[in-house]
């Protein structure tokens, strides 16, 4: 079993920002992907940022230049570093990883959310 913890979820004032946390813990072998993605409240979950094993990162076009996905290997964790906030960004926040279990088996493991709030 993958656990995930997120952190540093809030209520913020546009332009601001905020950094998002993903600690990953439990019966692992080692990581592949870790991502982000957001729901809005009504809306569908989507697809926000990834980085690769080796560091390699993807984002969303709405996020693009102003989010900044990084993650320390050493400590299983994946973060969102979000500047000049809209209140477009408003969603409930998750992260996701791909990892390979101690028993070889590979899988995907979402974390609770946490909540991010833009104040216009």
């Known amino acids: 079993q993958v656990q995930l913890v997120e952190s540093g979820g809030g209520l913020v004032q546009a332009g601001g920002s905020l950094r998002l946390s993903c600690a990953a813990s439990?019966?692992?072998?080692?990581?592949?992907?870790m991502g982000w993605y957001r729901q809005a409240p009504g809306e569908q979950r989507e697809w926000v940022a990834s980085i690769t094993s080796g560091g390699s990162t993807n984002y969303a076009d709405s996020v693009k230049g102003r989010f900044t996905i990084s993650r320390d290997n050493a400590k299983n964790t994946v973060y969102l570093q979000m500047n000049s906030l809209k209140p477009e960004d408003t969603a409930d926040y998750f992260c996701?990883?791909?990892?390979?279990?101690?028993?070889?088996?590979?899988?995907?493991?979402w974390g609770q959310g946490t909540q991010v709030t833009v104040s216009s």
């Open positions: 996701e990883v791909n990892a390979i279990t101690t028993s070889r088996v590979t899988r995907d493991s």
């Open positions: 439990g019966s692992i072998f080692s990581i592949n992907d």
